[in-house]
């Protein structure tokens, strides 16, 4: 979103460098995929629709919490709509294939509008988001990125493989994978974000988390701590092109 959905947590033609075809895929990528469900579960995945409550803690206070409303929205091969519903605002972002935009709206007076197209970052970032959220670590270069094993690391006691998404030189997620397992214990971006999963639910066969914790420091280096918590998980359901289309933008 940002919020980062960890493995829920970007680009094709739009990455900067090329990306590493024909690298082999690490052995534990299958059974990280084994652990997440059986293969034809996650092969045949073709949308993802999460529905939950993100709860943002102040870095100066975190006994203050702010909570909206979240769904979010992934439908092969790259489109994602996020609706993010506060008690003033609506915000929407989408994204189709190569076309990205975000309207914002006052929650009380939706007519009051302002829509705009995002970013070239922000569309990358977007793609990759996609990607991630359906492949389930797999097939990597078919949005532009590569993965390369970095060693392990010990996260809570447990030593890991760590693993490098690349999509761009600023779009990386690190992912830290139970070798004994194939759980993922930890996630961290390139940013130096950590997410961690909480919890789990199967969906048609899929292990999903019921919560993601992401960590992050503002500007001031105070930690910050958003989770989200999911109250509706949805596969395979179809969503029409229109739901994520760039809409015609008002004159006003």
């Known amino acids: 979103m940002k919020i980062i959905l960890g493995r829920l947590l970007f680009v094709g033609l739009l990455l900067v460098g090329a990306p590493r075809l024909g690298a082999a895929e690490p052995a534990i990528l299958a ?23 993100l709860v943002t803690k102040d870095p100066a206070n975190p006994a203050n919490e702010t909570k909206v409303e979240m769904e979010i929205i992934f439908q ?5 709509r996020m609706v993010v519903t506060s008690e003033k605002t609506i915000e929407t972002t989408a994204l189709d294939g190569y076309d990205g935009w975000g309207r914002l709206q006052d929650a009380k007076d939706p007519t009051r509008t302002r829509q705009t197209i995002v970013t070239k970052d922000r569309l990358r970032r977007l793609r990759a988001n996609t990607w991630e959220n359906l492949a389930f670590y797999r097939d ?10 970095q060693g392990t ?6 030593t890991c493989q760590k693993l490098a998404f690349t999509y761009a030189s600023n779009i990386i997620f690190y992912r830290f994978i139970d070798p004994a397992t194939g759980r993922l214990v930890q996630t961290e971006t390139e940013a130096g974000d950590t997410i961690r999963e909480q919890g789990e639910r199967v969906v048609n066969g899929i292990r999903f988390p019921r919560a993601l914790i992401t960590t992050s420091k ?9 989770t989200i918590t999911f109250d509706q998980i949805e596969v395979n359901q179809p969503y029409p092109a229109s739901f994520f289309a760039v809409p015609s933008f008002s004159a006003k």
């Open 31 to 53: 059974k990280a995929r084994s652990y997440l469900g059986a293969e034809d579960a996650l092969s045949g995945l073709k949308s993802l629709r999460f529905h939950g409550t």
């Open 140 to 149: 990597i270069e078919q949005a532009g990125g590569w993965v390369q094993e």
């Open 218 to 226: 503002d500007a001031a280096g105070r930690v910050q701590t958003a």
């Open 153 to 158: 690391a010990v996260i809570d006691g447990i």
């Open 76 to 80: 092969r091969p790259f489109q994602q």
